[in-house]
């Protein structure tokens, strides 16, 4: 086996780290995984962006030791079996990483099945709804639609357009509708941004997933449904691996949505005062605008009929399909309102852009 190779360096990380230190970790590596090593290098457990998704899903929180969520049944190869032998694997078992170690147990390389030079481009398709109204953005929308309202130099909806050529995909679907040829005119077919974009227009309301049934033709595999006004940071490829992963008929990204409440609260039983909780804070999983449909969802969506998101997940949990949950921790920002945008402006050169 050849030199151990430098990366492996930045994908690892102690027992004794956090949560959040692993999806630093996975962030900085840029392979969707950390690996947990003792102080000798002997591999102890894998981490990967889904295991802490789910991780944080059951309540588990980014300063819990990285235990929690940490996966000490992997699955390795050893050095005498090689790069061959790892490849293998991961196909067999669909797997997108297999580290390989010495016989001490220590970490001499890792194998990946997407291993190329360059960005690997995706053939999933993304579709990006960009036809709504901005009301609460007016007067600034009168004359633009608000996906084409300027953060920086660019209109939102090239900012979102850039984050996800920049992470490999290429296929894009935007849905018009209000001041839809301003934003055609500008984008015209992609050529520009390296990528092909084709429109659907819808010629009344039809909801945010309504438009989907106007789509030219029906994707064959797993695509992205956006919201035109959203920023985010989120690693997309670790969303369309983490719909995969969970065999589900539809993915929602959701955010934590903190809630005070300004009273102190009784705790009661029977007649019995408990305890009082002063002010306490409650979260809550909310939707943060980004979807991922298997292409069987598109059967629930009927030509010209009004739907929401929410009512299309509710017919997949009704059908007895499986509608997963993906937690975003990344920078995420629904530009809504004049407030929204001008913290979204204010951001933009730290967070987002990072």
């Known amino acids: 086996m050849a030199e151990r190779p430098a990366f492996l360096s930045s994908l690892t990380i102690s027992g004794s780290a956090t949560v959040r230190e692993a999806m630093e970790t996975i962030d900085r590596g840029a392979r969707q995984i950390a690996v947990v090593v003792d102080a000798d290098g002997r591999l102890l457990a894998t981490v990967t962006d889904g295991d802490i998704r789910r991780g944080l899903l059951r309540g588990v929180g980014l300063d819990a030791p990285v235990t929690e969520v940490m996966h000490t049944k992997f699955t390795s190869v050893s050095e005498a079996e ?34 190329m030079p360059g960005l690997k481009r995706r053939d999933t398709k993304v579709v990006l709804m960009a036809g709504g109204l901005g009301t609460r953005l007016r007067p600034m929308t009168e004359t633009v639609p608000k996906p084409m309202l300027p953060i920086g130099d660019r209109p939102i909806l090239e900012l979102i357009l850039h984050n996800f050529i920049d992470q490999g995909f290429h296929d894009f679907t935007i849905a018009l509708n209000y001041k839809g040829d301003i934003i055609r005119k500008h984008f015209g077919d992609g050529s520009r941004f390296n990528a092909s974009i084709e429109y659907v227009e819808e010629t009344k309301r039809m909801g945010t997933a309504g438009a989907l049934s106007l789509l030219t033709n029906r994707p064959e595999k797993p695509f992205i449904v956006m919201n035109g006004d959203l920023l985010t940071a989120i ?40 305890r009082i909780v002063e002010k306490p804070t409650y979260s809550y999983f909310v939707s943060a605008g980004i979807y991922v449909l298997s292409p069987k969802v598109l059967d629930w969506v009927r030509p010209d009929e009004f739907l929401d998101m929410p009512t299309l997940f509710e017919a997949i949990i009704d059908e007895g399909s499986k509608a997963s949950v993906f937690p975003i921790q990344e920078y995420w920002m629904d530009i809504g309102r004049p407030e929204d945008l001008a913290r979204a402006r204010a951001e933009f ?4 852009e990072q």
């Open 349 to 352: 050169d730290g967070e987002f």
């Open 235 to 274: 690693p997309f490829n670790a969303l369309m691996r983490f719909h995969e992963e969970t065999e589900a008929m539809g993915t929602m990204c959701a955010r934590d949505y903190p809630m005070q409440v300004p009273y102190g609260v009784i705790e009661v039983e029977d007649t019995a005062l408990r």
């Open 82 to 115: 090689g790069y061959e032998v790892a490849l293998g694997l991961m196909k067999a078992r669909g797997l997108h990483q297999m580290p390989i170690v010495d016989d001490m147990g220590r970490l001499v390389d890792l194998a990946l099945i997407d291993e």
